[in-house]
């Protein structure tokens, strides 16, 4: 994973699927094949895919753990993109859903028939006679992982992914299980595929702890995640710093999962008051320890604003045009500041796991410096200087070389 930056897909909503079910099968997994290019020309080597499996909408109910959602297409389909994307030494990530599944889940159709007491009904979680709903989703069942036979069902639908190739697994709603319930499930999984990583999805609690209790190698950091969009809204990048030294603390016991956009959360691009904001928040993610992702369309500036309502991620959630010759033009500027910061991760591989020392902190700018093969990093941030020229790439000084920068921030790296 230290060499992993992964480009996250939502698939249905990338190849333009129907938003329900379907009748019959139409092959679309393709048109992501037909962007690895792309991926790679970005500077990534992952493709992280959400939802691929068989549900009644947007994925997450998921009604066939063992069967490709036919809006996408069939198992070979997978197989196809898999071994395409191994040939250019692209891993896969899939997303399992495994926290609830869809009331069209045929366990839990013949739970609603037997009851809570039956071999289904205890499959599930229920209140009284009524089954529990995920946070208020009607259409979402809680599983109950305290039942052996729903651990080893997931432990079974890891491992037939994992056999065909899968490298990666991003465990949905992590933080709704509890982690000691993982732990079996991981061990089993782990003893048929021993180099397989897995990271869970994280928005509160206590990173550490689930990490060590229940034996996933990563969780997603909403915490630094908040604290880049909100310090720069707010320009009050103490909250910034705070950030970064949370970060530096779960180095002891895992290397995060970082981002600035996912399928779940208003686009980066909509979200900061001051777009002039956006390069500073790709030199964080990349400057910083973790293991980063880029969330399609980020790269290129894309809207997207996320509301509370039936369909209301579809506008995070977009098609993706033909090739990237349909790509609005004035995205390119993003995309290949992309490139260059990504270009610095790989020079400088160790930022993996580098801690990072907050220097020089206000309200309005502040000193990062990290560490690591003899050599040091600064990133600088200054956000009264949005206005000003980029500082030129080239030394500053006999010591230090300005490896990137824009307006209101650069890139130093120096020989320690």
Not at 234 to 248: I, T
Not at 272 to 287: G, N, Q
Request: hydrophobic share 40%; net charge negative.
């Amino acid at each position: 994973m230290e060499h992993v930056i992964w480009w996250q897909v939502y698939p249905l909503g990338f190849v333009g699927a129907e938003t329900a079910t379907i009748e019959g099968t139409v092959h679309r997994l393709d048109h992501i094949v037909d962007w690895f290019d792309y991926l790679l020309e970005l500077g990534c080597n992952g493709l992280s895919l959400g939802p691929v499996f068989a549900s009644s909408t947007h994925g997450y109910d998921t009604v066939d753990h063992f069967r490709i959602d036919s809006r996408l297409g069939e198992t070979e389909d997978v197989e196809r993109l898999i071994t395409a994307a191994h040939a250019r030494g692209i891993k896969v990530m899939l997303d399992g859903v495994f926290n609830h599944v869809g009331r069209e889940h045929p366990k839990f159709i013949e739970a609603l028939r037997g009851g809570p007491e039956s071999e289904a009904g205890q499959w599930f979680r229920w209140d009284g006679d009524q089954p529990r709903a995920f946070e208020g989703h009607d259409i979402l069942v809680t599983l109950n992982h305290d039942n052996p036979a729903v651990q080893q069902y997931i432990a079974e639908v890891m491992t037939h992914w994992l056999d065909l190739g899968v490298d990666a697994w991003r465990l949905d709603a992590a933080y709704a299980i509890a982690p000691t319930l993982f732990a079996p499930v991981l061990r089993s999984v782990r003893a048929r595929a021993p180099h397989a990583w897995f990271v869970g999805e994280m928005i509160h609690g206590d990173y550490n702890g689930y990490v060590q209790a229940s034996g996933i190698d990563s969780v997603t950091q909403y915490e630094l995640w908040k604290a880049i969009w909100s310090s720069l809204n707010d320009e009050n990048l103490y909250e910034l710093g705070h950030a970064v030294e949370r970060n530096n603390d779960m180095l002891d016991t895992f290397v995060p999962a970082t981002f600035v956009g996912n399928h779940d959360v208003t686009r980066i691009a909509s979200v900061l008051s001051d777009e002039r904001k956006i390069p500073v928040t790709v030199a964080l993610l990349f400057f910083l320890a973790g293991v980063p992702s880029v969330y399609y369309g980020d790269e290129q500036g894309f809207r997207g604003v996320k509301e509370e309502r039936i369909g209301g991620d579809d506008a995070i959630r977009p098609e993706f045009p033909t090739g990237p010759g349909d790509l609005a033009p004035h995205g390119r500027g993003l995309f290949q500041l992309h490139q260059e910061l990504i270009g610095v991760r790989r020079r400088h591989s160790w930022l993996h796991s580098a801690r990072t020392e907050v220097r020089d902190l206000s309200n309005q700018a502040v000193t990062l410096v990290s560490r690591g093969n003899d050599e040091e990093l600064t990133l600088t941030i200054d956000l009264t200087g949005l206005d000003s020229d980029p500082v030129p790439h080239g030394p500053m000084d006999e010591h230090r070389t300005v490896v990137s920068s824009g307006p209101g921030w650069s890139i130093a790296e120096s020989t320690t």
